[in-house]
Each structure stands twice: as C-alpha cells, then as structure tokens.
C-alpha cells in the first residue's frame, strides 16, 4: 500500500482487525542534543530510525507514518 500511495495511485481502504502504536520517546532529548552538533542530531536520529526500521521488518510491521520523534506502526496479523 505505501508504495502504490508513493507512486501517485488511489488506493482502497484495508481493515486491520488489530493494531498497534508505537510512541517513541527519547528520555532527556534536549539535554542530550544540546551537547551535539546538528549534523550528530541527524546522524543519532538517523541511526535510531535504522534501528527501529530493522526491529519492523524484524516481526513483520507494517509501517504507517513517522514524524521526527515518534512513529506509528501497525502490525499485520
């Protein structure tokens, strides 16, 4: 489904009988970033989305959307 929404395609709605959501947050954030540079905040939260990325395909989630500190998933089952 994501890749036929990135394509430009109209796709229909699915049903997923369960759900689950994920929020993601780092503690002490802004203590720990106020000692980083901006090109160490983007390499810490890159490495972190590869790790989450790694965790889904992991155990099969189907990722809905992500923003810059939180993402939400959903899981097939």
Excluded at 12 to 27: C, G, N, T, W
Excluded at 34 to 59: E, G, Y
Aim: aromatic share 10%; net charge positive.
């Amino acid at each position: 489904m994501a890749d036929g929404l990135k394509a430009g395609m109209t796709m229909k709605p699915q049903l997923f009988v369960e759900a689950s959501v994920s929020f993601v947050v780092i503690y002490n954030f802004t203590t720990i970033v106020s000692k980083m540079t901006p090109v160490q905040i983007v390499d810490l939260i890159n490495h972190l989305w590869i790790i989450f990325d790694d965790i889904a395909a992991k155990h099969n989630v189907y990722k809905v959307g992500r923003r810059l500190l939180n993402s939400c998933l959903s899981r097939r089952y």
